[in-house]
C-alpha cells in the first residue's frame, strides 16, 4: 500500500503562494488517481483537487488559483496555491481518489493571515 507525506505548509499572507508536496513511499503514484483535500476548523473535510491520469478537476472556490500536478520521477504530488485568501485556512491532506476508506495521513496546516 501507498504511504504519503504532506508537507510544506505555513503562514502566507492574503495574495501569497504557496507550495504543498506529497511525497509517496511503498508504491509508485502513477498507479494512482491522486487529489488534494482539506479541512477547515468546524468544517467537514472537502476535496480541492484531483488529477485522475492527467485529468484535473478542482473545487470552483479554488478554480483559477490552485493547480494540481505530479512529477512521477520524483513519486510526489503537489498542489501549487496562489492568490490566497483567508478562506484557504485549513490543513490539506492528499490521498488516493477515491479514498475508498483508506486512513488519513498529519497533513499540513495552510494559514492565511496578515
Known amino acids: 500500500q501507498v504511504q504519503l507525506v504532506e508537507s510544506g505548509g505555513g503562514l502566507v499572507q492574503p495574495g501569497g503562494s504557496l507550495r504543498l508536496s506529497c511525497a509517496a513511499s511503498g508504491r509508485a503514484l502513477s498507479n494512482y488517481a491522486m487529489a488534494w483535500y482539506r479541512q477547515a476548523p468546524g468544517k467537514q473535510r472537502e476535496l480541492v483537487a484531483r488529477d485522475i491520469g492527467g485529468d484535473t478537476n478542482y473545487a470552483i472556490s479554488v478554480k483559477g488559483r490552485f493547480t494540481i500536478s505530479r512529477d512521477n520521477t520524483r513519486n510526489t504530488v503537489y498542489l501549487h496555491m496562489n492568490s490566497l485568501k483567508p478562506e484557504d485556512t485549513a490543513v490539506y491532506y492528499c490521498?488516493?481518489?477515491?479514498?475508498?476508506?483508506?486512513?488519513w495521513g498529519q497533513g499540513t496546516q495552510v494559514t492565511v493571515s496578515s
Open positions: 490521498n488516493v481518489f477515491p479514498t475508498g476508506g483508506r486512513g
